[in-house]
């Protein structure tokens, strides 16, 4: 999910109760929820080392007690202080593990296991934005403020913002449980039809609007092509209406390709690979690899020459 996502969720967790817990609670847990993501830090090394960063080791379940009490040590020293250490670092876990759930119900996924497993782990719920998720999320934040001004003007105390806090929190999981009803139907839908005088190999669906929890990106697998469908859950499935993408044969082109680091990245981090082949210009003879996952536009390609040898690679957003 995205960062306002992981700052918003720790706020509510603070605002639910956990600011008994720690003086600095608030703070605490909006840095936890967001450390994980610290490995933008690659970014710095290019675009291919960031890809294969991301989500990796941070996100790990084996590292993120060490993610915790970092943003202990962090917050220590800018108060100058690590009183109450443990328990800081217990409501740090828990802003970490928020990260890592919020993540792990998107399409992109999370690899838990690192260093021990790349296996990737997804639930394909929800967009990296989600506007439902956002606005729950702005009114457990603001809605504390707008009651103390109605309340100074009525003479009431004010409320402490847990009420909201927790309904944000609860709506999320609620939600959440609905996106995963909704998946199941466009799963079973798309399992349920026949494409070309066949079933699908597998079929996949991913969350196609940050807005209508009703739009799905709808995908199926056969053994010579794939097929792409803008699907709304609310309105008849059409089997025909897909757009038809034809897979490219496997050959000498493609497995020169698959030896180039960009490439060989790409294939540990796709679900869905998808292949094209293509001719260039120049030099004569010569073809482009493209190799494609069907859930997010990027693209690893090679360029070979007419004796399959590699003349360049590249990774790309």
Not at 187 to 199: A, D, F, H, M, W
Request: glycine letters at 6%; one cysteine or more; charged letters at 15%.
């Amino acid at each position: 999910m995205d960062n306002l996502t992981h700052t918003l969720t720790g706020l509510a967790l603070s605002r639910a109760g956990l600011n008994r817990w720690h003086p600095q609670a608030a703070i605490l847990l909006m840095l936890s929820a967001n450390a994980p993501d610290s490995d933008i830090v690659a970014a710095s090394r290019g675009s291919l080392s960031y890809f294969e960063a991301h989500r990796g080791i941070t996100h790990s379940v084996a590292m993120a007690p060490v993610m915790a009490l970092l943003c202990v040590l962090a917050v220590g020293a800018f108060s100058r202080s690590l009183r109450g250490w443990k328990t800081a670092w217990g409501l740090c876990l828990i802003g970490v593990a928020s990260h890592l759930l919020l993540d792990w119900t998107n399409a992109y996924g999370i690899r838990f296991l690192v260093p021990f497993s790349g296996r990737w782990f997804e639930l394909d719920l929800n967009s990296l934005i989600d506007l439902w998720i956002w606005g729950v999320l702005l009114l457990a934040w603001v809605g504390p403020w707008l009651a103390r001004l109605v309340s100074s003007e009525m003479g009431a105390p004010a409320g402490s913002g847990r009420a909201l806090a927790l309904f944000a929190l609860s709506f999320v999981v609620v939600y959440d449980f609905g996106r995963w009803l909704a998946h199941q139907r466009a799963i079973e839908t798309l399992n349920s039809r026949v494409y070309q005088g066949g079933p699908p190999l597998r079929a996949a669906a991913f969350p196609a609007s940050a807005v209508n929890p009703f739009q799905w990106s709808g995908w199926i697998e056969r053994p010579e092509f794939v097929m792409h469908f803008s699907m709304n859950l609310r309105d008849d499935f059409d089997p025909t209406a897909g757009t038809t993408i034809y897979k490219a044969e496997p050959g000498p082109a493609i497995e020169a390709a698959r030896q180039t680091t960009p490439v060989e990245a790409f294939l540990k981090f796709s679900q869905y690979p998808l292949w094209r082949v293509m001719p260039v210009a120049e030099p004569e003879g010569a073809r482009r690899v493209e190799l494609h996952d069907w859930r997010f536009p990027f693209t690893a390609s090679a360029t070979v020459d007419s004796l399959n040898r590699v003349l360049s690679s590249s990774f790309h957003y």
